[in-house]
C-alpha cells in the first residue's frame, strides 16, 4: 500500500506546529486539526508498563507484515511495506511526535524570517550514520535535491531551494510562505536524510544507511533483518533486533502470533477484531486511521475518458457494503479522502447507491456491455475483499469485471506503466490536507497515476498549499474535494482504523496512525 501511500496515513492532525527551540514567532497552531486518535478498542500501550517490566533490555523481535517492500530506496519507493522498515532504519529532519504535531529529529532546531521565506535549521550534533560517517549539513543539501530531481516526493519541495549555510546549519528559502513546511520536510520517511557520498555513487538503494535507531543487516524476499545501532543519536532501541517476516495472509499471521512464532502482526483478520478485544490471548491495538480506500479508473483509456462513465460507476457502487465486507465494525464509509474527526474533514456524499442513476449515466454516454480490468494486490486482502464486491454490484448495471489479482511489486509497477483500466488501493499515513490530494490529483502530482487533470482543482491545490489561515485553507480544500469527487477522479471507499496485535511479552509499544515505530519497545523475555 503507499503511503500517502499508501502511503496514506489517514487523518490527521492535520496541524502544524511551526515551533522549535528557535521558532520565529510563526504561529501555525490549530488546535482543532486534531484528529481522533484514541484507543476505542484496544491497548495502544502495552501491559509491559502496568506490570513494572519495561526495564527490559535486549532480545529481536519478530514482526510479521503482509508484504516485501518494493525497493530499498527510501526516496524513490511509495510502499507502505517499505515505509515500515523504512521508519525504524532513517530520520528525517523533523518528525510528528505522539500528538502528530512535528518536532525535532535530526534538526534540534529552526528560525524563520519575518516573511516566512526563509527557514535555517540546526542540525544535532554527533549524528552519525550507519556506515560511520558524520550527518553534516551537505548530506541533508544532498537528499532535498536528489527527492527534487527523481525522487517520489518531488512535488513537496515545489518552490524551495536549499543551501548549507556551514556543516551544521541548512536554510530552506521558500519561493511563497508555506503552511506545511515542516510536514513537507519530516511527515514520513519518505524523505529520509541519506549519505551525500551515496547519492555521489549511485548506490542509494544497493545499500540501506541511514541514521536511524536499527541498521539493516540483510533483506530477502521472506525475510528482513535489522540490528540495533549503538550509536544512535536519540533515547533506544532497547532491542537487539527486529526480524520482519513476510506473511502475507492475515490469518496465517494470526495464527502464527497466538502460537508464539513472531511478537507482533500488522494487521489482524477484521471479522476477528472484536472477539480478539474481548480475549486476552493477545494485545490489540487499534486507532482512528489517517488512511483511506478508493478505486482509480484510467481516464487514458475509453470509455472512462468521460467524466459520466466514472460517475455511474460511483453511483452504481454502495462504500457501505464495501466497507463492511473489508473490515466489518472497522471502517468509517466516505465519498471524500479525509477522515471525520479531522479539521479538515469535508462532509460530502453526492453519490450514494443509486443504480438506476448509473444505468441512466450509461446510457446517456452511450456504454453498454462494458468489461473493467480490476487491478488489485493478495498483499493487501482488502482489496481482493472489495473487489468481490465491486464486482457483484456493478454486475447489477450490465458492468463485467474482471478481478486481476497481483503481487504488490507488480502492482506498483503496473500503476505507474499505466497497465490497468482501474485499481484499488490505500493512501496511508497522511497528515496535511495537502498529503490528501495534491500529489493524486494535480495534473502534475506524482502519484496521479489515473491522469485526472481540472484546472480550477490545480489552482485550488496550488493556492492550498500558501493559503496560512487554517479556516481559509479548509475552504479551499472543501471546494477541491467536491471536484475532484464530483468529476470521480477517485472513488472513495472507506476510512478504515489502525489495529495491530502483538504479544504479552512486547511491552512499551504504541499503535500509531501516522508510522511503525520500536525504537522504545521492549521484549520482556
Request: glycine share 10%.
Amino acid at each position: 500500500m503507499r503511503i500517502r501511500l499508501l502511503s496514506l496515513t489517514a487523518a490527521i492532525a492535520l496541524v502544524l506546529a511551526a515551533c522549535g527551540d528557535g521558532g520565529g514567532g510563526v504561529d501555525l497552531d490549530d488546535p482543532g486539526a486534531e484528529p481522533d486518535t484514541t484507543d476505542p478498542g484496544g491497548d495502544g500501550d502495552a501491559e509491559g508498563d502496568a506490570d513494572g517490566e519495561s526495564a527490559a533490555e535486549g532480545g529481536t523481535l519478530i514482526a510479521a507484515i503482509g508484504g516485501e517492500p518494493d525497493q530499498l530506496n527510501p526516496l524513490t519507493t511509495t510502499s507502505g511495506f517499505a515505509f515500515t522498515i523504512f521508519e525504524n532504519v532513517y530520520d528525517t529532519l523533523v518528525q510528528p511526535g505522539d500528538d502528530l504535531t512535528m518536532e525535532p529529529a535530526l534538526a534540534e532546531s529552526w528560525e524563520t524570517s519575518d516573511d516566512l521565506l526563509t527557514w535555517v535549521f540546526t542540525l544535532r550534533e554527533g549524528v552519525t550514520f550507519h556506515d560511520g560517517s558524520t550527518l553534516d549539513a551537505q548530506d541533508v543539501v544532498a537528499t532535498y535535491e536528489y527527492i527534487a530531481e527523481e525522487g517520489a516526493n518531488n512535488w513537496r519541495l515545489t518552490g524551495m531551494s536549499f543551501e548549507a549555510t556551514d556543516d551544521a546549519t541548512v536554510t530552506v528559502n521558500l519561493e511563497q510562505p508555506a503552511p506545511n513546511i515542516l510536514e513537507q520536510l519530516g511527515g514520513f520517511k519518505g524523505m529520509a536524510i541519506v549519505p551525500a557520498e551515496q547519492i555521489e555513487a549511485g548506490t542509494l538503494g544497493d545499500e540501506v544507511i541511514g541514521t536511524g535507531p536499527f541498521q539493516l543487516t540483510s533483506s530477502g524476499a521472506d525475510v528482513i533483518e535489522l540490528q540495533a545501532f549503538d550509536d544512535y543519536w536519540g533515547e533506544g532501541p532497547h532491542l537487539d533486533g527486529i526480524e520482519f517476516r513476510i506473511i502475507p495472509d492475515e490469518g496465517v499471521k494470526l495464527t502464527n502470533l497466538e502460537t508464539g512464532e513472531v511478537d507482533w502482526i500488522d494487521s489482524v483478520p477484521p471479522e476477528q477484531v472484536v472477539d480478539l478485544e474481548n480475549g486476552d490471548d493477545v494485545v490489540i491495538g487499534r486507532v482512528a486511521g489517517l488512511d483511506y480506500w478508493y478505486m482509480a479508473l484510467n481516464h487514458d483509456r475509453e470509455p472512462f475518458d468521460q467524466v459520466e462513465v466514472r460517475r455511474a460507476i460511483a453511483f452504481a457502487l454502495n462504500p457501505e457494503d464495501i466497507a463492511e465486507a473489508t473490515h466489518f465494525e472497522a471502517a468509517t464509509p466516505t465519498e471524500t479522502a479525509i477522515p471525520e474527526g479531522s479539521f479538515w474533514h469535508h462532509d460530502y456524499t453526492p453519490f450514494g447507491h443509486d443504480p438506476e442513476e448509473a444505468q441512466r449515466l450509461l446510457d446517456e454516454a452511450g456504454v453498454e456491455g462494458l468489461s473493467i480490468d480490476l487491478m488489485v494486490s493478495n498483499e493487501h486482502p482488502e482489496s481482493v475483499t472489495a473487489a468481490q464486491v465491486i464486482e457483484s454490484q456493478l454486475g447489477e448495471v450490465g458492468i463485467d469485471v474482471q478481478i486481476r489479482t497481483e503481487d504488490f511489486t507488480t502492482w506498483l509497477a503496473d500503476q505507474g506503466a499505466g497497465d490497468f483500466d482501474a485499481f484499488m488501493l490505500g493512501w496511508l499515513r497522511n497528515l496535511d490536507p495537502d498529503d490528501f490530494y495534491y500529489a493524486q490529483h494535480h495534473s502534475e502530482g506524482g502519484s496521479n497515476f489515473q491522469g485526472f487533470s481540472d484546472p480550477e482543482v490545480d489552482r485550488l491545490l496550488d493556492e492550498g498549499r500558501a493559503e496560512l489561515d487554517d479556516d481559509a485553507r479548509k475552504e479551499i480544500y472543501d471546494q477541491a474535494a467536491e471536484l475532484i469527487v464530483d468529476q470521480a477522479s477517485y472513488i472513495y471507499f472507506y476510512n478504515p482504523d489502525v489495529i495491530q496485535a502483538w504479544s504479552h511479552d512486547v511491552s512499551d509499544y504504541d499503535v500509531r496512525p501516522d508510522a511503525v515505530r520500536f525504537v522504545t519497545t521492549r521484549l520482556n523475555r
